[in-house]
């Protein structure tokens, strides 16, 4: 399992080497405007930047997290450090061993697999929620979200269908949309960020991009015309494709091409 992942990985052009300093400072800007003015404090920083260098692969999977370097990288000392660290295991993108200390989490194709059957009833349920309860101006936005993601799409020729984060992402957004805070805490904090990393490191690019695109419309339609019914049933529905799409890309990375036939004079011609 872990070489097919390792393939996949290499498919999706994954950034394994380490933050360039061009990177970090970038990261650490955009986590100071997310929350407003630079009101951030240092283990906010660093925590925003080492998120995203996980979640995107620049930090790659199973490499271990120093302390000495990443305090002399981020220009902060080990308090703020550790605090970051610790949020990011709170996420489940980091775990500590003994004796060995906080490395980032492997990613495994069993592993992705399980997020999917988890995610699949409770989006359902979320999405459920969300036609019942989203307001008009938020059914509009969700709306409008679609329609900005069918140009990125067709911008990418069909091959690609990467969201940005939170309220730019459609699942995100339907979540919220539900109001209800288990369901948020358990989607948007518990599993959010793990699913992030998984679909940039294996998912971005895919064929299922224009029928993943063609399902968020209909569970936009459902949840536009308040059907929780339908809108539960119609991201079930896309949950269990999206997995049994990655199902058979992993079994065709196990399987690998056909080994090439050798011409053997010695064999007798039909």
């Not at 930047?49 to 490499?63: D, F, K, T």
């Not at 988890?118 to 936005?141: F, H, Q, V």
């Amino acid at each position: 399992m872990s070489d097919v992942l390792s393939t996949m990985r290499a498919s999706a052009e994954p950034r394994q080497a380490p933050l360039s300093p061009s990177f970090a400072a970038r990261s650490v800007d955009q986590a100071g405007s997310r929350g407003g003015p630079r009101a951030n404090s240092a283990a906010d920083c660093v925590f925003a930047v080492l998120r995203r260098a996980i979640i995107e692969g620049h930090i790659a999977p199973g490499s271990k997290l120093s302390e000495p370097a990443l305090a002399a990288e981020h220009a902060v000392s080990r308090a703020p450090l550790r605090e970051a660290i610790g949020r990011l295991e709170a996420l489940g993108l980091v775990e500590r061993r003994a004796r060995v200390g906080a490395r980032v989490v492997a990613l495994s194709g069993t592993g992705l697999i399980e997020l999917y059957e988890i995610r699949e009833p409770l989006e359902g349920t979320a999405a459920r929620l969300a036609a019942e309860r989203m307001s008009d101006a938020a059914r509009a936005e969700l709306s409008t979200l679609i329609e900005h993601h069918e140009q990125e799409v067709e911008r990418e020729n069909g091959q690609a269908y990467f969201q940005q984060e939170g309220d730019l992402d459609f699942h995100y957004r339907i979540v919220q949309g539900s109001g209800n805070g288990r369901l948020i805490r358990i989607l948007c904090d518990d599993l959010y960020h793990l699913m992030r990393m998984y679909r940039c490191q294996f998912g971005m690019k895919s064929h299922r991009a224009r029928d993943a695109l063609k399902e968020h419309a209909l569970v936009v339609e459902a949840i536009v015309a308040r059907d929780g019914e339908l809108a539960e049933w119609l991201m079930r529905r896309h949950v269990r494709a999206s997995r049994q799409g990655v199902e058979r890309q992993l079994a065709a990375k196990r399987s690998g091409p056909p080994a090439p036939q050798r011409f053997n004079p010695h064999e007798e011609r039909p």
